[in-house]
């Protein structure tokens, strides 16, 4: 069987809990977004979006953190 | 004014400093609050625009110690101003704060990524406690954290405090007490990674091996809900109108009467001061100039209390983060950053507590970028000065200068969203717009004291840092409006006319006559730079007008301006052109050096504050000629 194919975390429809695959985008601001718990294996979910379409608001470790798309799209999940 | 270690013992370092350590979010301000009972002030260090709160522990919570609240540290990597600091501070690299021992406040609802932080602190081999806070939001995400389990896994005591009630608090300075006077011992924080991926999965382990939490977190049920609202696609941006013109009302007429009142208190001291005192130059400076300075200022601090204590209960429930996330995506386009309708907002109260304000901005180019155009927002300042100039060239009814403030105050918005945006574009756009990455705290019911104790520490900070350049800048104005040469002596009391400040007015009158000012408009175009309604107050002094009858001081000036000519042409100097050119003059030039000082001293260097001040000032003179210019050629006198 095939792996599931990563995709962006703006592809992922509301409240679903999905896993971190990889980071892929600028390495400091990667660097960030590991620091703040966006660690490969975690399970995330986006719980909202804001009304303009952007940012959008993703659970992660008992948090909530607003995220832009540009920022969301480097987080690969499974 | 005194000092922020005036009541404490002697230099930082001396001392024994207990460091409140932790993520933003984290009840940390709260704890400290609650530890120093409100007794502590904000602290600037040399060469540091960031701000600490020292204070000292109660005695009843045992032998009273120093206790310094570090900023939250959100991440380490790529760090904020704010986050520098606090990790210079923790890794003992600051030469004045020194740590001793340090308070790491963990929220129960988010372990792992607070221990994980927390392995920063573990690594320094410091005494150390872990305040749990949040413990009442655990029956929100249906958890338990075992307090005691966890503190045998990490070797660390793990006391649950409720700083907003003061439960815990006593236990956890009494458990303070007891480590400080042993030798440290190795605990599990200090052997979590500086690597991310490890750290976390370290912390991971070692919660599941504590058997500490019992089952894994729900989302918080209220938050979410509250957030379904706040951020839904249509009610979303109406909650947030509603609430940011319920701020401006507060701001405007909830302030009204407390500024009438300290107008009043202000007029009533200058005035007996110059009355009952012998008539001297002394007694004049003292009066007319230092009171009368401090007092065109200080009528703005109930604007600012207003502010500061609104601004402090919004981020304290956790709706400020909503905003910033609702109207993220404009201000980002502009290069600005979601929190910046913060101090874009401050900045039409006054454009100094609205730098202050610019610190909630965690990335550096989008501070930097809205400190630029906060003297563009039309600060209250103005306002006197837009009433007289609009109640001089509208004759009609109030509804239509009514009309054309607002129109002032909407344009003001777009323009400084403009130039954000060009600067942006063409001066910034080597920079790399920074992360957003904001957490979004959850909903809590605020508690008052702890609000108002932060809303005077920020007030009296705000006093302490914009004070003495008002006071010293109005000085220097009423001395240069009130002395001039005169034959015989070098330097004399003289009528404003024959002041150093009309020499200067008359020197730039050739500038000043393209945009139709003389100058006497001049003099009142110089003393506005102490703070921009003094306009109206000097133009009233140079020409002549009478306030000893029962007319008011606006009555007066408006049947003198109608009637005013220049000196040599006898054209009359306010019609309609020149008084638009006045309005567009004052709508964009930096006339305030209270702003220009504080700038400075935000960005410890003049280079942004000067440019400012020449650009802003340089744009107004331009469009106010072009204005005036334009509007003559199109047969508008």
Known sequence: MDPPVARPLTDVGLNRNVRIERLDGPHQDCARLLDLGFTPGEEISVTQWAPLGDPLVVRVRGALLALRKREAAWILVE | ?637
């Open chain 2, 1 to 637: 004014m005194s000092t922020d270690t005036a009541r404490s013992t002697p230099s930082p370092s001396k001392d024994h400093v207990v460091c409140l350590v932790g993520m933003p979010n984290s009840g940390k301000t709260t704890l400290m609050n609650a530890l120093t009972g409100g007794n502590f002030k904000t602290a600037n260090y040399a060469g540091v625009t960031v701000s600490l709160l020292r204070g000292r522990s109660k005695p009843e919570y045992g032998t009273p110690r120093n206790i310094v609240d570090l900023p939250g540290v959100h991440s380490s990597v790529a760090p904020s101003p704010e986050e520098e600091l606090a990790v210079e501070v923790i890794e003992g690299r600051h030469s004045k704060v020194k740590p001793d021992a340090f308070i790491l406040v963990v929220d129960a609802t988010q372990l792992e990524r607070h221990l994980k932080f927390g392995g920063l602190v573990g690594r320094q081999g410091k005494p150390t406690v872990i305040a749990l806070t949040m413990v009442d939001l655990l029956d929100r995400t249906g958890q338990s954290v075992n307090a005691l389990k966890l503190s045998n896994a990490l070797g660390i005591p793990v006391i649950p405090v409720d700083p907003r009630t003061g439960r815990g608090v006593k236990e956890l300075f009494a458990s303070l007490d007891g480590l400080s006077g042993m030798l440290w011992m190795g605990n599990a924080l200090s052997e979590v990674s500086s690597e991310p991926v490890v750290a976390f999965k370290q912390v991971q382990d070692l919660l599941r091996r504590s058997g500490a939490v019992t089952r894994t977190a729900q989302p918080d049920s209220l938050t979410s809900r509250i957030d379904r609202f706040v951020l839904h696609r249509y009610l979303g941006f109406p909650v947030f109108f509603l609430v940011l013109i319920s701020l401006f009302a507060a701001i405007f007429w909830l302030a009204q009467p407390f500024m009438d009142m300290i107008d009043g208190a202000f007029t009533f001291a200058a005035s007996s001061v110059t009355s009952l005192a012998p008539e001297s130059v002394l007694v004049r400076f003292l009066g007319d100039g230092v009171i009368a300075g401090v007092g065109a200022v200080a009528v703005f601090f109930p604007q600012i209390m207003i502010l500061f204590f609104l601004m402090t209960l919004l981020e304290d429930s956790g709706y400020l983060a909503r905003g910033a996330t609702l109207v993220d995506r404009p201000l980002s386009y502009l290069g600005l950053h979601g929190r910046s309708f913060v101090p874009m907002l401050s900045g039409f109260a006054c454009a100094i507590p609205a730098v202050f304000a610019a610190r909630a901005i965690p990335a550096r180019r989008e501070r930097l970028l809205t400190i630029w155009i906060l003297p563009l927002m039309s600060c209250s300042a103005r306002l006197p000065v837009y009433a007289l100039l609009l109640a001089a060239v509208l004759s009609g009814a109030a509804w239509q200068a009514g009309i054309a403030l607002a129109a002032i105050y909407i344009s003001s918005l777009l323009i400084g969203s403009l130039v954000a945006g060009v600067t942006a574009r063409i001066f910034m756009k080597h920079r790399q717009p920074s992360l957003l990455a904001m957490e979004l705290p959850a909903y809590r019911v605020p508690r008052w004291w702890p609000i108002l104790r932060m809303t005077w520490a920020r007030g009296s900070a705000y006093l302490k840092r914009a004070g003495v350049p008002i006071m010293i800048v109005s000085a220097v104005l009423w001395i240069i409006s009130n002395f001039g040469y005169v034959p015989g002596a070098p330097i004399a009391a003289t009528p404003m006319d024959q002041s150093f400040a009309s020499e200067l007015g008359q020197k730039i009158e050739p500038v000043l006559r393209p945009m139709g000012a003389d100058w006497r408009v001049g003099v009142g175009l110089i003393s506005a730079f102490a703070a921009r309604e003094v306009f109206v107050s000097s133009l009233a002094i140079v020409f002549g007008v009478d306030t000893d009858d029962e007319q008011t001081q606006q009555e007066g000036l408006l049947k003198q301006m109608r009637t005013a000519t220049f000196a040599d042409t006898g054209q009359k100097i306010f019609t309609p052109a020149s008084i638009i050119g006045l309005i567009v003059f004052f709508f964009f030039s930096l006339q305030c050096f209270s702003t220009v000082a504080v700038v400075r001293k935000e960005m410890n260097s003049w280079k942004l504050a000067g440019l400012q001040l020449l650009f802003y000032t340089g744009l107004g003179y331009t469009l106010a000629v072009v204005t005036v210019q334009s509007l003559r050629a199109l047969g508008v006198a």
